[in-house]
């Protein structure tokens, strides 16, 4: 992620990590990859540690922090889309064996899998929803989720998902952004675009995925995802 630029440069507020402090709701994936504004293929040594301190002396909370599990903190509590009403980890999820649980709750579900369920605001992951088509059982896009719930962005996949993973959109609640995933199953000319092409693989980045309903991403938006039921082999 680009954050070569001048601390307090508003001017690269959009694109570069030490421009300025972020705020409530924020969304990281709106910052540019490599050495500009523009992003390009530059590579940098990795970050090994990082340090952390909060005003107040309380910490962020929760392990699964940017990725969407508990974006908002330690506790579940009322506020905007996408940080309020946002389940943080539990034992039950680690118990589980959920890496991410995406702001969801985590319920036990079928033959050692898992269940994550949020009825306010719905399932999430960096700032977006998840596409309201082709997310019933069995579908790519929602053995996709569950991929991402049980080994978190970029994990490696170890055992892989049923067909008896399915997605429920949830009614009622404001229609949101979301991630592409409206394209039919095994359609590999949409697998870097739409997360209903294809089954990810290990060392995925799900951020590669459009926002929207097309492949060029937009502004459409979609019901939430209420419920996710995971299963693996």
Not at 20 to 29: H, I, P, R
Not at 202 to 227: E, H, I, P, Y
Request: glycine share 18%.
């Amino acid at each position: 992620w680009y954050g070569n630029c001048r601390k307090g440069d508003s001017r690269k507020a959009s694109c570069c990590s030490n421009a300025e402090l972020l705020k409530s709701g924020f969304d990281w994936t709106k910052f540019a990859k490599g050495n500009s504004c523009g992003g390009d293929a530059d590579t940098d040594m990795v970050l090994g540690e990082v340090v952390c301190e909060f005003a107040g002396g309380s910490g962020s909370g929760g392990g699964a922090g940017a990725a969407g599990g508990a974006a908002g903190g330690g506790t579940y509590a009322a506020g905007t889309w996408p940080t309020g009403w946002c389940h943080p980890p539990s034992a039950t999820c680690t118990t589980l064996g959920v890496k991410d649980n995406m702001c969801g709750e985590c319920k036990a579900f079928g033959s050692g899998g898992f269940e994550l369920r949020e009825n306010a605001m719905g399932i999430r992951f960096a700032g977006a929803s998840f596409d309201d088509n082709q997310i019933g059982k069995g579908s790519y896009q929602a053995m996709n989720i569950c991929i991402l719930a049980k080994y978190g962005n970029g994990g490696t996949i170890t055992d892989a998902p049923t067909s008896n993973c399915g997605g429920f959109s949830l009614s009622g609640a404001a229609k949101q952004v979301h991630w592409y995933g409206n394209c039919n199953r095994g359609d590999s000319s949409q697998a870097s675009c739409c997360s209903n092409a294809e089954l990810l693989s290990s060392g995925f980045d799900w951020n590669k995925f459009s926002k929207g309903n097309s492949c060029g991403g937009d502004a459409d938006t979609d019901r939430v995802l209420g419920k996710i039921q995971c299963e693996f082999q």
